[in-house]
């Protein structure tokens, strides 16, 4: 092994951008921090070939194994110790490959006002 690719106290080094193949960003969806990515399951019966041949980085492979339950990408970015632009990278390419399925946030509209929170922690307090 070369030296200029390793680091005596970090070991193995490769530059994020060397696994994004030089992109910085995904231009398709944006990718919350809070999303959960679940890995898709396959159609059964479904052997048709992509369009375009494509040969997934092991990166890839990692975040479909981990996302077999759903997981945010801010937990993807910290259990695969990258930086959160190469994950946002890495999930556009499964996301363009249907490999991976978004589930966005709840908008915050959807959630319970103030008044509500309220009333039940003074339901809460009066038992």
Not at 47 to 63: F, G
Not at 69 to 82: C, G, K, R, W, Y
Request: aromatic share 6%.
């Amino acid at each position: 092994m070369g030296t200029a690719w390793y680091d005596d106290a970090a070991g193995p080094v490769v530059r994020p951008y060397a696994l994004t193949g030089g992109r910085t960003h995904y231009d398709g969806v944006e990718f919350d921090l809070v999303a959960l990515i679940a890995a898709a399951s396959p159609e059964p019966g479904d052997d048709t070939l992509p369009v375009t041949p494509w040969a997934p980085e092991p990166e890839h492979d990692m975040i479909l194994e981990l996302c077999r339950t759903p997981l945010s990408v801010a937990e993807i970015a910290s259990d695969l110790e990258l930086p959160l632009g190469v994950v946002r990278v890495l999930l556009g390419d499964l996301l363009d490959h249907s490999l991976i399925q978004v589930r966005r946030p709840a908008p915050v509209a959807q959630f319970p006002g103030e008044r509500v929170l309220k009333e039940v922690i003074d339901g809460i307090r009066a038992l």
